[in-house]
């Protein structure tokens, strides 16, 4: 819709809404109180003291605040909801929220305390707050009155009229909003995985012959097909050096399948998510027939599904990549390389033996996260609302685990681009090429040294990739 359509179809939706007022109508989160407190008639003059009320009440956070491109992103998804028409704001209300955005106020927002149902009501609220003058913001850092930073940008509050402060709450926005920047990531880290995982292909000089577009034909999952189809591409003129080969173990050979695997899930989960930061998720709805229905659009089931289904396929990715950390640093299964990749004289130099052991404590703390939060549920208002998502509690998990990946990546990224080095392969392949990158990074060895430094160079480097836009793979 254009502009000037949102504004007619905000005002049509509005008037639907002060038609109920001034019939006086018992209409649930209009003239009524919420949750458990639905059957509370209010009296007309109390009305928008309600819902000044309801954002003052259900700011009930706490722990670390989340960062400003998630509560900017969710607050940007609200206003999309409510933008829609069927809310029965009035198109100041919008306008506010973006108001807000265009003059970068960062609303501080808890990160915890939602339970997926009544929407992410708690970070709604905290979010939220600051269109009337309340709460907090965080500027330079610091945390400070939301009121105070209002006046220094020349920006009035607002005074919410009925069913206004209830609809800036009822949505899934927080867990929509930390979904959407994993997802996005998580394409681009699929992409380094796949560049890492090849270079580990060479320098265990393992059988390219696995990545044959001809397997893969025989069973076009289209993720498994895209993950051979680029492993193929990335180590083209590569051939193992070890001609007795018959196979190699699982954490080489079925790269495509595991990450095929993975990159499905991914492509599950966007679509789900699409659908839902394109909908009208909010309670009671207000219908074009002039028709108010309380439902369930609220639920963040969708999305804490795919919370948990991802904290598994990424906890997974992680576990196949620590195995191969291992298998380049162990001297019983690295054909050949030093023991752990130890310059200098054995035994005197550990190399990167460490290296492997926080790899392995990252996977165990992901595999803990990986328990999906929405196989639990706690009710919630005096039983009213009685089963609920917990979806932001996956979507937080999500994150860390994520984190916790690209951790895992770059110690890949590191031993095998080393481990390659001191092959004597032909390394003139576009995974070579990567190789050469992350190597470089470390200094000369002759023995050990302050390795973690380096580690952090190429983590921020890995980061750097996974948020930016470089080309990696061809389409």
């Not at 933008?83 to 807000?100: A, C, Q, T, Y």
């Not at 003129?237 to 595991?258: C, E, F, M």
């Not at 919370?307 to 990715?317: M, V, Y």
């Not at 190789?435 to 002759?446: K, V």
Request: aromatic share 6%; with cysteine.
């Amino acid at each position: 819709m254009t502009s000037e359509e949102t504004r007619k179809r905000l005002e049509e939706s509005r008037s639907i809404v002060d038609e109920i007022v001034k019939s006086g109508k018992a209409v649930y989160g209009i003239n009524t109180g919420f949750g458990a407190l639905a059957s509370k008639r209010i009296s007309k003059e109390k009305l928008q003291t309600l819902q000044k009320n309801l954002l003052l009440s259900h700011a009930a956070g706490y722990g670390e605040p989340l960062s400003e491109e998630i509560v900017r992103g969710m607050m940007f998804l609200r206003a999309v909801s409510l933008s829609k028409g069927f809310s029965g704001v009035r198109p100041v209300v919008v306008e506010k929220i973006v108001e807000l955005l265009n003059k970068r106020v960062y609303p501080f927002v808890p990160s915890k305390g939602s339970v997926g149902a009544s929407g992410d009501l708690s970070p709604l609220a905290h979010a939220m707050l600051p269109l009337i003058g309340e709460g907090y913001v965080i500027k330079d850092g610091k945390r400070m009155k939301a009121a105070e930073a209002l006046r220094e940008l020349n920006i009035e509050p607002i005074d919410l009229k009925e069913k206004e402060g209830l609809a800036l709450v009822n949505g899934t926005q927080a867990m929509a909003s930390v979904l959407s920047f994993v997802i996005r990531d998580s394409f681009r880290l699929m992409e380094l995985a796949v560049i890492s995982a090849s270079i580990s292909l060479m320098a265990l000089n393992g059988l390219r012959s696995a990545f044959d577009p001809r397997i893969h034909e025989l069973r076009p999952h289209k993720g498994q097909k895209w993950a051979a189809e680029q492993i193929w591409d990335l180590t083209e003129g590569y051939h193992s050096p070890n001609s007795s080969k018959v196979q190699d173990a699982y954490t080489l050979r079925t790269i495509p399948q595991v990450y095929g695997a993975v990159m499905d899930t991914l492509e599950y989960a966007k679509s789900v998510l699409e659908t839902e930061i394109n909908s009208v998720t909010d309670n009671p709805l207000v219908l074009k027939e002039g028709d108010v229905f309380s439902g369930g659009n609220f639920h963040g089931e969708p999305l804490a599904l795919i919370a948990d289904f991802l904290s598994i396929a990424l906890t997974d990715l992680g576990n196949m990549i620590e195995r191969r950390i291992d298998r380049i640093l162990n001297p019983m299964t690295n054909e050949g390389l030093p023991a752990f990749l130890a310059g200098g004289e054995e035994g005197l130099n550990s190399g990167f033996m460490l290296f492997q052991y926080s790899a392995a404590a990252l996977c165990n703390e992901n595999k803990v996260l990986s328990h999906p939060s929405s196989s639990d549920t706690i009710p919630t208002s005096a039983y009213q609302e009685d089963h609920v998502s917990m979806g932001m509690n996956g979507a937080l998990k999500l994150k860390k685990i994520f984190e916790n990946l690209i951790s895992i990546l770059s110690i890949e990224l590191l031993v095998s681009s080393i481990a390659l080095s001191l092959r004597k392969v032909n390394s003139s392949t576009r995974a070579g090429e990567f190789a050469r990158e992350f190597s470089g990074i470390f200094r000369d060895r002759n023995g050990d040294d302050f390795f973690w430094e380096d580690f952090m160079k190429a983590r921020e480097r890995v980061e750097e990739i996974v948020r930016g836009e470089e080309i990696l793979l061809k389409s």
